[in-house]
């Protein structure tokens, strides 16, 4: 089975960043995807990683180590409306997505 | 607008009953996927389509089942609904099947209770 490890909660205050850990255990790799889903909507694709390293988008970064199985979502510059689940997806041998519990993000003022 | 709709937003749904959810896009994307997000669980793929006339069963297929028979619409059906599906369904769909930075675009969910 897929075994994908996220932590439950976090919170940070307007302004500061913010580390989302991801851990993985799957029958093999073809990607791994950040989700951001919004209370009551659905989630939206942010970022993708295949390779090992680091993706930046704007205040988003995404980083991939595939040895380690491990990843990281870096929110920086932290705004209210960042406050959100973040979801954590690999993508299998077969292409489909097994998805982490997701990350509720909090952000204070 | 393009994008994905599902139908209905909500249902509360007596137990044994049978139920449809639809699903409908209008990206001409040839994979599509049924998820049903529960607390504390994530999003859990119940069945997936490949492309039209083909489907597959996913992570949680038991008590669900879909067709495919054109390109736009991917209908899931509770045969026999019971209160262990109460949760908030999911439709996405994504170009194709998995490949590259292919992405999958999810609908606004549908609120179930089963009770």
């Known amino acids: 089975g897929q075994n994908i490890d996220q932590p439950t909660e976090m919170t940070a205050t307007e302004g500061a960043i913010v580390q989302i850990n991801c851990t993985y255990q799957t029958s093999g790799f073809n990607g791994l995807f950040w989700y951001q889903q919004h209370a009551g909507e659905a989630p939206t694709f942010l970022s993708y990683n295949v390779l090992d390293g680091l993706e930046e988008k704007g205040r988003f970064s995404s980083f991939l180590s595939r040895s380690k199985g491990y990843s990281y979502l870096l929110l920086k510059e932290l705004q209210m409306k960042d406050s959100a689940s973040y979801l954590c997806?690999?993508?299998?041998?077969?292409?489909?997505?097994?998805f982490g519990a997701g990350t509720t993000v909090t952000v204070r003022a | 607008i393009a994008g994905i709709t599902q139908a209905p937003t909500s249902q509360i749904l007596a137990a044994g009953r049978r139920m449809t959810l639809r699903c409908t896009q209008d990206?001409?994307?040839?994979?599509m996927y049924w998820y049903r997000q529960d607390l504390g669980l994530g999003l859990r793929l119940i069945h997936y389509?490949?492309?039209?006339?083909?489907?597959g069963k996913g992570e949680v297929p038991d008590g669900y089942s879909v067709s495919r028979a054109n390109t736009d619409d991917f209908p899931l059906t509770l045969a026999s609904a019971v209160p262990s599906q109460t949760s908030v369904y999911f439709c996405?769909?994504?170009?194709?099947?998995?490949?590259?930075?292919?992405?999958?675009?999810f609908g606004p969910g549908t609120r179930l209770t089963v009770l």
């Open positions: 997806a690999v993508r299998d041998d077969d292409y489909k997505l097994s």
């Open positions: 990206m001409r994307h040839n994979a």
């Open positions: 996405a769909s994504s170009v194709s099947s998995g490949s590259g930075t292919d992405t999958q675009y």
């Open positions: 389509s490949n492309t039209a006339g083909t489907t």
